[in-house]
């Protein structure tokens, strides 16, 4: 029974004296107490690090050392020797009439939210999977907003990462954007999916020392971007950062700074694959959910990737066997950096005062095989009004059918081929959203370039079930039950979008299948590209059920059953997309339990 004070009997000084050691639980805190050096300290059996009871361990010269792993902690006070391990809780003692008492609720040092946003800060420094998990749990358990860890996730990785944004940091901004799709368990696992991508990308990384603004803010917005543009195609990094810098201290707005690095990263078409477009959108994304006043920050890590980044002009591909580069210039108005061509086009659509939309066939088009076909409808459509945005909507459309109909047939890496061209397309996509560029318009060309260069994974084309087809009147949660059970199987490629279909005909709610989806992709071992692909996915299925449910019609060439399948296709796309990937080792996933069990101080081990 505990006293005034909090103290509770806990055993008997003359007993512990003569084994070293006790085993004690006081209101449900299993209690390890120790008689060492002619002093009494009782610590939580638990180890911090995996749960392994820390009465079997070894006390020796003031060390507490756990026989699991080996973690050393400090016995008076609970401090670690070993980050990985986190420090033990220590309780307060006192002798009474021989008897030694224990308080099992001592006033914490730290509030929760202060402690995990400091092991926070130490997985990320140290590259721990386990404290990176604890953190991530504790932090949204002691009802912390996610932006708080991102935002300290975010600062670290554009930091300690010499060559600037990555896969790392693109995770982190996918998990953000998704994470409102999600159960709130999948929730903590999103967010330490983001943060552990980020510490192993800057694990053995040197950190990165960024240039100044320059002293004047009284530069005219077009010489900065003109100059900036001129330092990217040089590849001299430190005088296009001094350039970005500049623009953002000088104030401009966040569209006249994406309109700096849209322009950049399209003067190359579909530079590395489509990540350095997408690299720059998520980095926006990333500061649309900790805020703008961390722009100075974040945007000069976007410098590295866009000065070293391969150049698709540069590519065979595309320059054999057809000059794609040269009917690009044609369009553009000299060579592939120009936009006079563009600018002309765009000015002729404004003139015409119409509302676009696209004609019959525009999407058979943009999937043909003939490239000055695709460039030439794209153009009269610039010139008839259609927006950037507009177009970008189309293409990015005819990237996810590229998806959901590659052919398994194919190699397996060629999965990544057309991936690359729907997030690249739905960067393109973002970005028009974003700033009003003319440049933006040489992303959708691009785009659809490379939606092109993708027509033979389609060969044969894997059918995509059309609306109505499998109305089977199946309960929708046995429909999701049996898509996460083809995760479970290799190669279920095919069963895995029939069923998004069959879902979607059998009247399923949406948020329930983006909840199944995410599900099933954070308990994976999901690499880049895969997180990548979901993310794009929502996204662009999100869009097109606001488009429905905002109650347009049908545009010119469109049926209601058009319009519904733009609404599954994205989803249909990226459940093939995961089984083609699934499943894993899901070594991630198992960190993530321990980590849960560990901070509701459950039982991992039986002894």
Known sequence: MASEDGFHAAVSLADLEETGRELVSIDGTPLAVFSHEDEVRAVNNRCPHMGFPLVEGTVDDGILTCHWHHARFELSCGDT???????????????????????????????????????????????????????????????????????????????????????????????????????????????????????????????????????????????????????????????????????????????????????????????????????????????????????????????????????????????????????????????????????????????????????????????????????????????????????????????????????????????????????????????TRRTDAVECYRGVFDAAISVYLDRFLNTPPAPIPEPGDNDTGRDTEAILDDLLETFDTEDDVNEAGRLVAEFYDCDGDPDALRRTLGHGLLREDAGFHTLQNLEAAFRQAELAEERANDGEDARDGESTIDLEQRRRVPLIASARYMAAHFPTRREADQTFSIAVRLNRGETIHEA
Not at 146 to 151: D, G, K, L, Q, V
Not at 309 to 335: C, F, H, K, M, T
């Open 81 to 431: 020797f070993d980050p990985w391990a986190d420090d033990v809780q220590t309780y307060p003692i006192e002798i009474r009439d021989g008897t030694v008492y224990v308080n099992p609720n001592p006033a914490r040092e730290l509030p929760p939210e202060d402690h995990w946003a400091t092991r926070l800060e130490a997985g990320l420094e140290e590259n721990l999977r386990l404290v990176t998990a604890k953190s991530a749990i504790g932090l949204l358990d002691a009802g912390v907003d996610y932006r708080e860890p991102m935002a300290t996730t975010l600062e670290f990785g554009t930091r300690y990462r010499e060559s600037g944004w990555g896969p790392g940091l693109t995770i982190l901004g996918c998990m953000a954007n998704v994470i409102d799709d999600l159960e709130a368990i999948d929730r903590k696992r999103a967010l330490y999916t983001g943060v552990r991508h980020v510490a192993n990308d800057c694990a053995g990384e040197p950190p990165r020392f960024g240039q100044p603004s320059f002293s004047t803010e009284n530069v005219d917005f077009g010489r900065l971007k003109s100059w900036f543009r001129d330092c990217v195609d040089v590849r001299d990094r430190d005088g296009a950062e001094r350039c970005l810098r500049t623009a953002v201290a000088s104030g401009r707005s966040e569209s006249e700074v994406a309109e700096l690095l849209v322009s950049a990263a399209t003067d190359h078409p579909y530079l590395s694959t489509g990540h350095v477009l997408d690299f720059v959108n998520k980095a926006f994304e990333s500061l649309e959910h900790v805020g703008w006043e961390a722009a100075d920050e974040i945007l000069p890590s976007l410098i590295e990737p866009l000065v070293s980044a391969d150049r698709s002009d540069e590519r065979s591909s595309w320059r054999q066997p057809v000059d794609l580069v040269a009917i690009l210039e044609d369009v553009y108005g000299g060579d592939v950096t120009e936009t006079s061509g563009l600018e002309e086009l765009v000015a002729a659509g404004a003139a015409a005062e119409a509302t676009w939309s696209p004609p019959a066939g525009f999407q058979e088009t943009l999937r043909s095989d003939d490239p000055d076909a695709i460039v030439d409808a794209l153009a009269d459509a610039v010139s008839a009004g259609a927006t950037a945005e507009a177009l970008a909507d189309e293409v990015t459309y005819a990237a996810a059918t590229r998806v959901a109909q590659f052919g398994t047939a194919n190699e397996f890496s060629d999965w990544n081929t057309v991936h690359h061209t729907f997030t690249y397309a739905n960067a393109v996509q973002q970005s």
